[in-house]
């Protein structure tokens, strides 16, 4: 009987990249919303390689005196083909040290899910980090990358209206990062700052649009394009305190939405088994050998 320690490795490498997509940071300016890699793949130890390190250690010290910022890294001796491109944003009512350790948080999660990627992108609840060889700064995506609506609560005309109130209030601000509300019902929306005015207002405009239709009498709606966002919930979750942003998590018992999450967790405990019978097995095997 052999085993091997790459069997090993792979299993709580995978158990790794579940985990940090099923059990964000208990800190809310860390919790993940959603992230994506490009197919695309670059070799270790090329000129691209050392362009991406550049730029995502750049965002990171920057991120400790500003809460925006986009870089275009190209070393010495690179190529238009070993270009980098990235930024990062953080909410806007999130503290420099807190934009710094959740964009700091976002690179290193970046690392483990994107590995070798040429490009990359994940939203955190307190910051947005992005980076690909292609050139994407300024460019207008209105895109659907992450939609998340509650179990509606049935027809209730006065609820709809002052939901309806509170987003039209978020649309007609003219501020990149905006917040409003009504009583309990609350929203948020924000745009990535290398967008102009007039473009964060037509983002918004669509985002916003699209929570109403899609989302209907929702308790809350997240909405997520390529380059803005608008959520609400009728609990005012999203009023800004230490905690930051309220987890919609637990707000029903029976959301339908966290079985994904419960049978992945039951997925990590039984990989996680696997692989440590395999490598108890492993030292018991070493042991034997030995005598």
Same mark, same amino acid.
């Given at each position: ?25 208990? !800190? ?5 919303? =959603? ?12 000129? =691209? ?10 965002? $990171?010290?920057? *991120?400790?005196?500003?809460? =925006?910022?986009?870089? %275009? ?44 990627? *040429? ?10 980090? @992005?980076?690909? @060889?292609?050139?994407?700064? &300024? ?8 939609? %998340?609506?509650?179990?509606?609560? /049935? =027809? ?23 917040? &409003? ?23 918004? !405009? ?9 989302? /209907?009498?929702? *308790? ?5 394009? &390529? @380059? ?54 492993? $030292? ?5 050998? @030995?005598?």
């Amino acid at each position: 009987m052999s085993f091997q320690l790459l069997s090993l490795s792979s299993l709580l490498s995978l158990c790794l990249t579940i985990s940090i997509l099923t059990h964000p940071s208990s !800190a809310a300016v860390d919790s993940y919303v =959603y992230g994506g890699c490009s197919q695309q793949k670059y070799a270790p130890g090329t000129p =691209y390689a050392t362009n991406v390190n550049s730029l995502l250690t750049s965002l $990171v010290n920057s *991120a400790a005196s500003a809460t =925006y910022n986009n870089f %275009k890294i190209s070393v010495p001796g690179s190529s238009q083909n070993d270009v980098v491109y990235g930024l990062f944003q953080c909410r806007g009512d999130v503290s420099n040290s807190d934009c710094r350790e959740c964009v700091s948080h976002s690179v290193s999660q970046l690392g483990v899910l994107c590995v070798n990627t *040429a490009g990359g992108a994940l939203q955190l609840e307190g910051c947005f980090v @992005k980076y690909d @060889k292609v050139s994407f700064l &300024g460019v207008q995506d209105k895109s659907v990358v992450m939609k %998340k609506c509650a179990p509606s609560i /049935g =027809y209730d005309s006065d609820a709809l209206t002052r939901r309806d109130s509170v987003l039209d209030g978020l649309a007609a601000g003219g501020q990149y990062f905006r917040v &409003g509300g009504s009583g309990k019902l609350q929203g948020v929306a924000q745009c990535v700052q290398d967008l102009s005015v007039s473009e964060c207002q037509d983002c918004l !405009a669509e985002a916003i649009g699209r929570l109403k239709s899609e989302c /209907g009498p929702s *308790a809350w709606g997240d909405m997520f394009l &390529g @380059k803005c966002y608008a959520r609400y919930s009728v609990r005012g979750d999203y009023s800004r305190d230490d905690n930051g942003f309220h987890d919609h998590s637990d707000d029903y018992d029976n959301n339908d939405d966290d079985e994904p999450e419960r049978t992945l967790a039951i997925l990590i405990g039984l990989i996680a088994g696997v692989a440590l019978l395999i490598f108890l097995l492993h $030292v018991i095997k070493k042991s034997l050998d @030995k005598k």
